[in-house]
């Protein structure tokens, strides 16, 4: 009962953050482009803000044993609110640099949510932990509706500065998650204190850690690459901030929605099927999004991309919690900084691709990064396999 009431709680703080990072997804891009004195450099805001959470991740284990969940959850909302704030400025001030500062702030609070599913999984027994981690990300079907719908609304509430409102918005959704985290149960963080004398190689030699992470880094890092992207195809199609922020809303739906089976399907078929049924979803995404450039074909291939991103980071996050202590919290924060490493790296990529080569070269880039990702897989898990032997 006390990890049901955690992961809805939890859940709840997922909706929060997602709502505000819907902002941030439909509208960066283009606020960025707008601001930036070249627009190559229209990504860069939303690559700050992924570079900086992953730079973030590396101390999170130690400041959860120093402050607890409770401190950290807070703090990082805290954060976000000042995120919020500082893109406001920067709007009024017309000014890109200002508002590329307000990114390590937002990827900082970024990044302490990532640990809101790891808290939730801590509680649960262990055939559950799959469920409550989905409880979790449920939070963002709510979102999905939610936040590109306040981000559209609110980009022409401040007369004379687009977007302003709609980043004043993203600084009081932010600041409603304190209300859970207060509320919340959290667990004890007692199993990170160990975590300084497991290296690396050791939490990676254990059963199903390399697939976990390859997992969550491919999922997300593909999902990223044509997410970041797909607003300024949508503008350059001549579909408006309203269009993006459709697509950006079924996108998130169905990144999400699948949460309300994800757990069970996780506890019925294993978590390696489930990863790998993502990856086949994420194919057809790409091969969708080849086929044409109406509004139609935005919405069902970011669908099917954020379908893709809930099979994959559910079934590598579930191995990954499966790994037993203390190797499992030093696993947590090497994926964790892999993940937003590599999703840095796409998200800064996304950009300078579309704008050099277009969207069809944004889709051909994912099935080749798609390609290599499996190759991966299959080679570092045997050569895991090998040396287990």
Known sequence: MKSRQNAILLGLCQFCYMAATAVGISFAGLVGRQLAPDPAWATLPYLLITASTAIATLGLPRQIVAWGYRRLFALGALSGVASGMVSVAALYAGSFWLFCLAAPLQGYYQATTLYYRYAAAETAAEADKGSAMAWVLSGGIFAAFAGPMLAGRAVSAVPGVPFAGSFAAVA???????????????PQS????????????????????????????????????????TPLAVAGCGFGPGGAASVIQWHMLGMFAPSLVTGRLITRYGP??????????????????????TLAHFHVALTLVGLGWNLMYMGGSTLIAQVPAPERTRLQAVNEFTTFGCVASAAGAAGWVYQAQGW??????????????????????????????
Do not use: D
Request: proline share 2%; charged share 5%.
């Open 172 to 186: 009081a959704l932010t600041l409603l998650a304190l209300i859970p985290i207060a509320l919340a149960r959290l």
């Open 190 to 229: 007692a199993s990170n204190a160990h975590t300084v004398s497991v290296s690396v190689r050791q939490a990676l030699a254990m059963p199903g850690a390399i697939e976990g992470v390859l997992a969550c880094v491919g999922g997300y890092a593909l999902m990223m690459f044509l997410m970041v992207a």
């Open 272 to 293: 390696r099927h489930i990863a790998m049924a993502g990856a086949g979803v994420m194919l057809i995404a790409c091969v969708l999004a080849l086929s044409g450039l």
């Open 360 to 389: 069809y070269a944004v889709a051909q880039w994912s099935l080749g990064l798609l390609a290599a990702l499996a190759v991966a897989t299959i080679v570092l898990s045997r050569r895991q396999a090998a040396y287990a032997i």
